[in-house]
């Protein structure tokens, strides 16, 4: 289940499960608001969904989940976002016999510990720094589990990709290009890649800055844009079905969110042997600096200081050895750490646990 409309990493996140479980031979059954993004591609994909209004669903609604879990023989249902897990739990309420499980993807505290507490048989967080949060915020440790996020294996010609990109630009493909994909909220801080630009323009004649994204910082974002006059320089192009092609294309990705449960957009990076500038707060510092080792596996951001930002990206273009050994590190952690198989496989385990016991067989019927 999940209570959201727009596409981001969670829901990244909960595509890739249910497929996966689907793919394992598992009966998934899916729970969204009609007009979201998961919607339209659960709708092409095919497979058992029912509409759920993703805010203050009537007491009609949440007696209807009730009859779909017992008519479907659901026994677990997986709740996705804080939403969801209201609706389900309160849906659900006395129903013991369906576990159900949550899923923590943001570094925030938790407003009310006691509804995780009684809502949930166990709560998932997608890193440890989640977990501490969690856990700080009043959350029976014991309920708790980590299991990281997933990346799904990509197969992408960086060099068919650079062309591509370069095309739709309208430029060179020897002009720097540099990638950034998430929701345009405050929490990415994207005025701080803008500002950078406006440093950067000084020691590049040419260069290109695509924020892939939506949200509720567009305005703010273009209007900074026009006063700094980047227009031609920062294109925010919205949201994409595709931001792979556009990460492999790019000659480095910048990350600048001031706080993440884990970020699987900076794993798809390393994933695709893609330069990563990135900030190191809460959960994302498991991805950019090796848990073996504590080096470092990205740029790391100083700061606030859009100068600093600016050197980072001049950097992330001259493609020294250093750079290079960087960047190859950051993939063998990424596959080793962060690969879709072992998201689902931990999933499966506790999902095992919850409705069997550690000995028997998951069965083949769970909501997610």
Not at 147 to 164: L, T
Not at 176 to 193: D, E, M, T
Request: proline share 4%; hydrophobic share 40%; with cysteine.
């Amino acid at each position: 289940m999940s209570s959201q409309k727009t596409w981001g990493g969670g829901e990244k996140f909960v595509w890739l499960l249910g497929r996966g479980l689907l793919a394992r031979g598992h009966h998934v059954a899916w729970f969204a608001d009609k007009e979201s993004t998961l919607a339209k591609k659960i709708a092409e994909e095919g497979g058992d969904s029912f509409h759920l209004p993703s805010r203050l669903p009537s007491p009609y609604d949440l007696m209807r989940l009730r009859r779909i879990c017992k008519s479907h023989a659901v026994q677990l249902i997986h709740a996705n976002d804080p939403h969801a897990i209201n609706w389900s739990g309160l849906s659900l309420f006395g129903k013991t016999r369906i576990k159900r499980v949550g899923v923590k993807h943001s570094a925030f505290p938790v407003h009310s510990s006691m509804l995780y507490n009684r809502l949930l048989d166990s709560l998932v967080c997608v890193s440890q720094a989640v977990r501490k949060i969690c856990t700080e915020s009043g959350i029976s440790e014991s309920k708790t589990t980590v299991i990281h996020g997933g990346v799904e294996p990509i197969s992408i010609d960086k060099r068919e990709a650079r062309f591509s990109i370069c095309e739709e630009l309208g430029v060179s493909p020897d002009v720097p290009v540099f990638s950034a994909v998430g929701s345009l909220n405050p929490c990415k801080s994207y005025h701080r890649i803008v500002e950078a630009a406006h440093h950067l323009r000084w020691h590049l004649s040419d260069f290109r800055i695509v924020v892939c994204g939506e949200g509720s910082e567009r305005h703010r974002l273009e209007e900074l844009i026009r006063r700094y006059s980047l227009q031609e320089k920062v294109k925010l192009i919205g949201f994409r079905n595709d931001p792979e092609r556009w990460v492999a294309g790019s000659d480095a990705f910048v990350h600048t969110s001031k706080a993440e449960g884990l970020s699987l957009v900076v794993i798809m990076a390393q994933m695709l042997n893609t330069p990563v500038i990135s900030t190191d707060c809460d959960g994302l510092r498991e991805v950019v600096r090796s848990p073996y080792t504590g080096e470092d596996l990205a740029a790391i951001i100083q700061g606030d200081d859009p100068a600093n930002l600016a050197q980072l990206m001049m950097e992330s273009i001259q493609k020294t050895p250093k750079l290079l050994e960087r960047t190859q590190a950051a993939l063998l952690s990424a596959q080793e750490r962060f690969t879709e198989e072992q998201m689902i496989d931990g999933f499966e385990k506790l999902y095992q646990r919850l409705v069997y016991g550690a000995s028997a067989a998951l069965s083949r019927r769970i909501a997610a």
